[in-house]
């Protein structure tokens, strides 16, 4: 495991660019693409706190169950399952499918993956936070099962909550600050 500070800028930049042209397409009227770039800055977070830590994975599923992410990916789990569908019927099957709610929804947690104070230092997981918090979303993929998904579900966002106040109280960033751009944080 190496980190990849570099990667995780880059990331975390395009997950806040993400943000804002969300924000833009929807004013414009088109919840479709709002929806979409919402989505995908939701990845873009994620992927940016995996590369901090030195993980790269493919699949969506696991990319949101990383133990480290902000705790709105564990208490907006069914809404970001909802986003993800609409995502792929916007981008693949039909237009105007997406309400102007849902993108509004999809807005707002993306907004809130981008809590700053997540990205600050904090040693990188192991493997055990890794077997837990991948068991948690929906207990298929993790060694944990299905038998261990509710209390992996609660330890995670402990684990989470306690990441979040130690981020806070440490000075200094593991990720240099991201300029602003758009309509972002």
């Given at each position: ?141 993790g060694p944990l099962g ?40």
């Open positions: 495991m190496t980190a990849d500070r570099e990667a995780a800028r880059r990331r975390l930049e395009l997950a806040d660019l993400n943000v804002g042209r969300a924000t833009q397409a929807q004013k414009a009227g088109d919840q479709d693409a709002a929806l979409i770039y919402a989505e995908q800055a939701l990845i873009n977070a994620a992927g940016a706190l995996l590369a901090r830590d030195g993980w790269s994975v493919s699949l969506h599923v696991v990319r949101f169950s990383y133990p480290p992410l902000p705790p709105v990916y564990a208490s907006e789990r069914g809404l970001i399952d909802q986003i993800r569908s609409a995502r792929n019927t916007a981008q693949y099957d039909a237009r105007d499918r997406v309400s102007a709610g849902l993108a509004a929804d999809a807005i707002r947690v993306a907004e809130r993956a981008l809590l700053r104070e997540v990205f600050l230092g904090r040693p990188s997981v192991t493997r055990i936070d890794l077997a837990v918090g991948f068991g948690m979303y929906g207990g298929l993929y299905i038998a261990a998904t509710v209390g992996a579900q609660v330890l995670l966002q402990t684990v989470q909550s306690l990441a979040v106040d130690a981020a806070i109280s440490q000075s200094s960033p593991v990720a240099p600050a991201v300029p602003q751009s758009g309509g972002g944080k």
